[in-house]
T-cell receptor
Framework: NAGVTQTPKFQVLKTGQSMTLQCAQD?????MSWYRQDPGMGLRLIHY???????DQGEVPNGYNVSRSTTEDFPLRLLSAAPSQTSVYFC?????????????FGEGSRLTVL | GENVEQHPSTLSVQEGDSAVIKCTYS??????FPWYKQELGKRPQLIID?????GEKKDQRIAVTLNKTAKHFSLHITETQPEDSAVYFC?????FGSGTRLQVQP
């Protein structure tokens, strides 16, 4: 199994540009989520999904959209990038219901918005 | 989870010493408390977890204790080694603490 796969690993955007961070998992996990990691602020939840067709907001959802059309994929969209979105983004999935199981993380995507 | 506070933010110990990291949470309904280790430039990975029906769990040199009454849980690392140097995160379900950077001095 590849586990959780994120692409791209690095991306530089200009303010106002849009992009999609891809996330796929091959473990048949129902729960998937996106976090952003900023220095000194830990991991903050952006959006999450408990199954195909179901998404919900986390702690810091503004400026980001998600969709979950399949169990395997959970892309994160930035519609109009801002410098405040410069961060490292992690996708994570879990086998069990969202609050009761180990999170498996992707390798991360480092995004810089100029 | 609602809010998780983690202390200290940085911790430096000598090789062979013990390290303790503490977290407090606010959600009384929480029942799953994992700890993740993140090495520099890598992804977070689970090292140990505890559920609310037990007070302590141990795995070789690492242990976690849980006090549900006081709403806090702690990570204990004994006989620290340089490879223990990393950032450690506690979590209350979906909510993570701000992390502790542990540096083990050889």
């Amino acid at each position: 199994n590849a586990g959780v796969t994120q692409t791209p690993k690095f991306q530089v955007l200009k303010t106002g540009q849009s992009m999609t961070l891809q996330c796929a998992q091959d473990m048949n996990h129902e729960y998937m989520s996106w976090y952003r990691q900023d220095p000194g602020m830990g991991l903050r939840l952006i959006h999450y999904s408990v199954g195909a067709g179901i998404t919900d907001q986390g702690e810091v959802p503004n400026g980001y959209n998600v969709s979950r059309s399949t169990t395997e994929d959970f892309p994160l969209r930035l519609l109009s990038a801002a410098p405040s979105q410069t961060s490292v983004y992690f996708c994570a999935s879990s086998y069990r219901e969202r609050v009761a199981g180990e999170l498996f993380f992707g390798e991360g995507s480092r995004l810089t918005v100029l | 989870g609602e809010n998780v506070e983690q202390h200290p933010s940085t911790l430096s110990v000598q090789e062979g010493d013990s390290a303790v990291i503490k977290c407090t949470y606010s959600d009384s309904a929480s029942n799953y408390f994992p700890w993740y280790k993140q090495e520099l430039g890598k992804r977070p990975q689970l090292i140990i977890d505890i559920r609310s029906n037990v007070g302590e769990k141990k795995d070789q040199r690492i242990a976690v204790t849980l006090n549900k009454t006081a709403k806090h849980f702690s990570l204990h690392i004994t006989e620290t080694q340089p490879e223990d140097s990393a950032v450690y995160f506690c979590a209350d379900g979906l909510t993570f603490g701000s992390g502790t950077r542990l540096q083990v001095q050889p």
